[in-house]
């Protein structure tokens, strides 16, 4: 089996994508993904349900600490990638998982916590109203957790957000069992129901209509770990609903270096708590990153963790501009930084290994995963 070293060499490499014309776009690397496939199911107690769900989460912990953090060995990535599956009707599974890297040939950080609002000078966030907007892409993709996060939908039944949203490290959340997930729908101003939409029938205002979530999976990286050492880098889960969704929504990608990004900046839109109803939009710029995190200075409130952090680049393959979710959007971390003090929100990057697992997460099928 190969080391470590030798996986993150396979791991980080993506074909030369950016040429030097003077027309240059911000184009999607072609990334050759590893493959990750379960071993071994476990059955295990039905959890309790007994911690209670926080909206974001904090971490000390800040670039240079991660940065100067021992790389994990191959044994602890693989248990970091395995994870738990919980059902609807309660019930709780381990899978653990093999991870391969096929040949082209083949087939196919320490300070204080801070936890109010993470407002950075003015406030840059953009309330989204009006269902012209709120019902197009890619407003449309951002959906409400009945434990008060975010998810954005990245399938026809599934949707990407925090792993804290679900599970706070050591048991599930209150309401992880029952889990619901909101769509944005229009309130009709006679009370009729659907999409049914006439001219004597317009919207009023808007009103979330709720589908139950039928399985859950969690990364081991998250529930072993806590939001002080190595779980922050695995803050995500993946949900699937008991129904399709019937809306469009965005596809993941590996995530870019910050460099690659276009302006440098990233987007998300999620249900800030300060503003009940409303779904908010914001962008910035990426202030730092490590292999696994991505640091910057969006304004945000609780509610909005796990949103997806999402790109617009050119699709080389396709000749078409792509929006892609390329992280996951976690908490809040205060870092000292060469003895001054500095706020910073965080991401959870996909990396070629996350997208591999969420992948298949999604499809089932290794072979429908193989291009980040």
């Keep these: 089996m190969a080391g470590l070293s030798t996986l ?51 971490s000390p912990c800040g670039p240079a600490c991660h940065k100067s953090s021992p790389l994990p060995t191959y044994e602890e990535v693989k248990n970091y990638l395995s994870y738990e599956t919980l059902y609807a009707n309660g019930s709780l599974t381990e ?28 406030d840059s966030r953009f309330s989204i109203f009006g269902k012209d907007f709120l019902l ?22 599934h949707v990407l957000t925090a792993a804290h949203c679900i599970h706070d490290g050591k048991s599930y959340v209150k309401g992880a069992q029952k889990l619901r997930v909101g769509f944005l729908k229009p309130k009709l101003k006679d009370g009729g129901k659907g999409s049914n939409i006439t001219n004597s029938a317009m919207p009023e205002k808007m ?11 969690v990364p081991k990286g998250w529930i072993k770990g806590n939001a002080n050492d190595i779980g922050m880098d695995y803050d995500y889960a993946l949900l699937e609903l008991k129904k399709p969704h019937k809306r469009k929504f965005m596809k993941i990608g590996v995530s870019p270096p910050a460099r690659h990004l276009p302006g440098g900046r990233i987007h998300f839109s999620g249900y800030d708590n300060d503003r009940p109803g409303n779904l908010v939009y914001r962008f ?38 792509e929006r ?49």
Excluded at 21 to 42: A, E, F
Aim: charged content about 20%; hydrophobic content about 35%.
């Design 8 to 58: 993150i060499l396979l791991l980080c490499a993506a074909k030369d994508v950016m040429p030097s014309s003077p027309h240059w776009k911000p184009t999607w690397p072609s990334y050759r993904v590893p493959v990750i496939l379960p071993q071994s199911t476990l059955n295990l107690d039905k959890p309790q349900f007994d911690a209670e769900a926080r909206l974001e989460v904090v």
């Design 284 to 321: 910035c710029d990426v202030k730092d990153e490590t292999y696994d995190l991505l640091y910057q200075q969006c304004d945000a409130q609780p509610g909005a963790s796990g949103s997806g952090v999402y790109v617009r680049m050119w699709k080389r393959q396709n000749h078409k501009w």
């Design 95 to 122: 899978t653990e998982v093999g991870i391969y890297i096929l040949s082209s040939s083949g087939d196919g950080s320490r300070g204080k916590s801070r936890t109010k609002r993470q407002i950075y000078g003015y």
């Design 207 to 217: 009103k979330f209509q709720w589908i139950r979530v039928k399985r859950t999976h």
């Design 136 to 157: 197009n892409y890619p407003f449309s993709t951002s959906v409400k957790l009945s434990t008060g996060c975010t998810g954005t939908l990245v399938a026809e039944k």
């Design 324 to 372: 892609k979710i390329i992280g996951i959007f976690s908490g809040h971390q205060w870092v000292d930084m060469n003895g001054t003090p500095q706020d910073f929100n965080v991401a959870v990057r996909i990396t070629p290994l996350k997208y591999a697992q969420i992948c298949y997460w999604i499809k089932g099928n290794y072979l429908d995963c193989r291009e980040g």
